[in-house]
C-alpha cells in the first residue's frame, strides 16, 4: 500500500512530467475541445465553440481565418470537417496574415488546402494563396473522396517542398513544390467571402518532424 510521502511523490512526478514538452514525434492535440486557447481570431467571422467543435460562420460577408499562435514547419495535421451549408473553406499551412483589406479582410498568403462542402470541389487540392493559386488538382479518385454532409478525415503531411493529403484514407495529391513561397508559418481554418460559410472542425492534432 502507498503511503502518504509516496503519493506526494508521484504526484509531483506526474505533474513535472505534464509540465514536459512533447517529446519528438509524439501527437499534440491543437484544440481543447473547450475554448480556442491557442488560436487567433483574424477578421469579423464567427469562430466560436459549440459542443466540443470549433463552429466558424459567416457575419460580415468577408474572408476569415483561425490560425495557431505557433508557426511549423515540417508536420502531420489532422482535422475532422463537416460542411453544414454550402460555402467555402480551407486549411493554410506555412501561412501568414500580411495585412487587413477593408473590403475584403484579413489578407493572407501561404499554402491552402481546399475544404468545400460539396463532392467534386476539389477538396484536399493545393491552392497557393497570394501566389500562384492552383497548383495540385486532386485526382479523379480523389475528387469522389468527399463525403457530404458526414464528418471527413484530413490528413496533410508537410516534409519540407513535399506536400501529401489524404481525404478519408484516400490519397489526394502528392506534390513537391519547385518553388515555396515559405518553408514555415501558421496553421489556419478559413472562412471564404461571399457569406454562406458553416463548417465544423474537431480532433485536430499535428505530429512535428
Request: a negative charge; one cysteine or more; hydrophobic letters at 40%.
Amino acid at each position: 500500500m502507498a503511503t502518504k510521502g509516496m503519493v506526494a511523490v508521484l504526484l509531483l512526478l506526474g505533474l513535472g512530467a505534464a509540465a514536459e514538452p512533447p517529446p519528438q514525434g509524439a501527437w499534440v492535440s491543437l484544440f481543447n475541445g473547450k475554448d480556442l486557447t491557442g488560436w487567433k481570431n483574424n477578421g469579423a467571422e464567427k469562430w466560436v465553440v459549440e459542443q466540443g467543435t470549433i463552429l466558424c460562420e459567416s457575419a460580415a460577408n468577408k474572408y476569415g481565418y483561425l490560425t495557431t499562435e505557433k508557426t511549423y514547419r515540417d508536420f502531420t495535421l489532422r482535422v475532422k470537417f463537416k460542411g453544414e451549408a454550402a460555402g467555402n473553406s480551407g486549411v493554410f499551412i506555412h501561412a501568414r496574415i500580411t495585412g487587413i483589406d477593408p473590403e475584403h479582410g484579413p489578407d493572407i498568403e501561404g499554402m491552402q488546402v481546399e475544404v468545400d462542402p460539396s463532392v467534386g470541389k476539389h477538396t484536399g487540392g493545393l491552392y497557393e494563396s497570394g501566389g500562384r493559386g492552383w497548383v495540385k488538382m486532386p485526382t479523379a479518385e480523389g475528387e469522389q473522396a468527399l463525403k457530404a454532409d458526414q464528418w471527413n478525415d484530413l490528413e496533410v503531411a508537410v516534409a519540407g517542398n513535399h506536400m501529401v493529403t489524404q481525404l478519408n484514407g484516400v490519397k489526394i495529391v502528392d506534390y513537391t513544390d519547385t518553388a515555396p513561397k515559405f518553408t514555415d508559418g501558421v496553421i489556419g481554418l478559413q472562412i471564404h467571402t461571399g457569406g454562406g460559410v458553416k463548417m465544423r472542425w474537431k480532433d485536430i492534432f499535428i505530429q512535428e518532424k
